[in-house]
């Protein structure tokens, strides 16, 4: 009897987090409108590696490595074309307010810092100008 409620409670968590983890990722159109107002410089990019390195590396791995934790769905690299499909106010959306295992931002990190993570994602854009140039 045991085994069959264990099976049962394992099949609705799977399925509650599948339910989630499948879906696309969303940015509702009236979020997606607002601009950065981080300036993109070498200041702002440097404040916001910091901040990967303490909230966001742990999961999402160094830039460019490909590194990040094995978990469903992955999280982008932050230098890969997928992570690089979305707009600096969609990624800012995300952060702040995350969705299934991405913790949400809002309440522990600024909208600040929000905006200058986004800054060093952006560092790491194809085709665009890095202010931040890593050995």
């Known amino acids: 009897m045991n085994k069959k409620i264990n099976l049962i409670i394992a099949a609705i968590l799977f399925l509650s987090a599948h339910q989630g983890f499948g879906q696309e990722w ?4 009236d979020k997606a409108s607002i601009s950065n107002p981080s300036e ?4 702002n990019v440097k404040k916001g590696k910091s901040l990967y390195m303490l909230n966001c590396k742990s999961c999402h791995g160094d830039a460019g490595k490909n590194n990040a934790l094995p978990l469903v769905p992955a999280p982008p690299d932050i230098a890969s074309e997928k ?9 800012y959306y995300k952060i702040t307010t995350g969705k299934g295992g991405m913790p949400q931002f809002e309440s522990t990190l600024s909208e600040d810092d929000r905006w200058r ?18 050995a």
């Open 26 to 29: 969303i940015v509702p159109s």
């Open 40 to 43: 993109y410089n070498l200041e």
């Open 83 to 91: 992570m690089h499909l979305n707009t600096e106010e969609q990624m």
């Open 117 to 134: 993570l986004v800054n060093y994602i952006m560092n790491y854009k194809p085709n665009g100008e890095p202010v931040l140039v890593e």
